[in-house]
């Protein structure tokens, strides 16, 4: 078949490289204009770009995808992975067979742009990847293959993204197979257990020691590696890399430094003990600092009675 492929981030790139080594052909791929460059510095093109570009293909930038951009290539399909945009309906009746969306989620849970951090958050036992049809909707077309994956206790954002990575593809591939040959079923979805994953904002990130500490070591691990979870020491915000739950109970004050050992940081909650294992002060390198290392080179910072906030 004759491919458009639209995506951006590096999970989208894993699944341009399976495609580009099937026997499919390629005919363009599109990604988001280049971001501006911080300070000055040169502008900064999506994963997908950086691929598309050392294959050699066919990359097109628009600011809103629409027909007119695509309408020269005559595609019999068009794959979108974490691409950005919802389509409009005249992109999405262009291509002969249709257009198929690759998601992170066992879909109808967790419709939208943050699958993978709400379902951490939420603290889900297993997601996964659905390849559905695409319509008009947001992540609401019929579903024609899926594959679950679990979230293990220690996954954070990146680990399951990168699992997910790894499971995708050969899903993706074999449902354009059936695709092209015509043997595709598609499977509504059901209303019963849909969930939005609303866009993570930077806000969010903030830590509320009156939360639980298995609430907040969900939050560390769902925002790891952006936007990283952080709170405050006085005035220095300090950036929350790797923690867990160490105990549901607790005889210190939400936010109350309560031990420092080589493991590294211990932190009573509103509900149980949380253990910091690595975190990173806007101090001296400003390096990740894991336990020993919080031990021996900041222990008048964060020394048993000192808060949080």
């Given at each position: ?5 639209a995506?951006t981030?590096?999970?989208a ?24 460059g ?14 598309a ?6 990359v097109?930038?628009?600011r809103r995808l ?13 794959l ?56 008009e909707g ?17 996954d ?16 993706l ?43 907040i ?22 950036k ?7 105990s ?20 009573a909650?509103g509900?149980?003990l949380?253990?910091?294992s ?32």
């Amino acid at each position: 078949m004759k491919i458009i492929f639209a995506g951006t981030p590096e999970f989208a790139a894993t699944h341009l490289a399976s495609i580009a080594e099937s026997h499919h052909e390629l005919a363009a791929v599109i990604t988001p204009p280049d971001k501006p460059g911080k300070r000055g510095r040169q502008p900064v093109a999506s994963p997908v770009k950086h691929l598309a570009t050392d294959l050699g293909l066919d990359v097109r930038q628009p600011r809103r995808l629409v027909a007119n951009d695509i309408a020269d290539l005559g595609a019999d399909l068009l794959l979108v992975v974490a691409y950005g945009q919802i389509l409009r309906s005249d992109v999405l009746q262009l291509p002969k067979k249709g257009c198929i969306n690759v998601h992170a989620s066992l879909l109808p849970r967790w419709r939208g742009a943050a699958p993978i951090q709400r379902a951490i958050l939420a603290g889900d036992t297993e997601t996964g990847v659905c390849i559905m049809q695409m319509d008009e909707g947001l992540d609401t077309g019929g579903i024609l293959l899926q594959q679950t994956v679990p979230i293990l206790e220690d996954d954070t954002t990146l680990s399951l993204t990168s699992r997910l990575s790894e499971v995708g593809p050969p899903v993706l591939l074999k449902a354009m197979e059936q695709i092209d040959a015509d043997t595709s079923y598609i499977t509504p979805q059901p209303d019963e257990g849909m969930t939005y994953a609303k866009k993570i904002s930077k806000d969010e990130a903030r830590i509320n020691w009156l939360s639980s500490s298995l609430d907040i070591s969900r939050q560390i691990r769902a925002f790891n590696p952006d936007p990283i979870t952080f709170t405050y020491l006085k005035e220095l915000r300090v950036k929350i890399w790797q923690a867990r739950k160490i105990s549901t109970t607790c005889a210190g004050q939400p936010g109350e430094i309560v031990g420092l050992s080589k493991a590294g940081v211990e932190v009573a909650c509103g509900e149980g003990l949380l253990l910091i294992s690595a975190l990173q002060l806007p101090v001296g390198k400003g390096k990740v600092l894991d336990g020993q290392d919080i031990l021996n080179a900041r222990r008048d910072m964060l020394s048993p009675g000192i808060y949080f906030s």
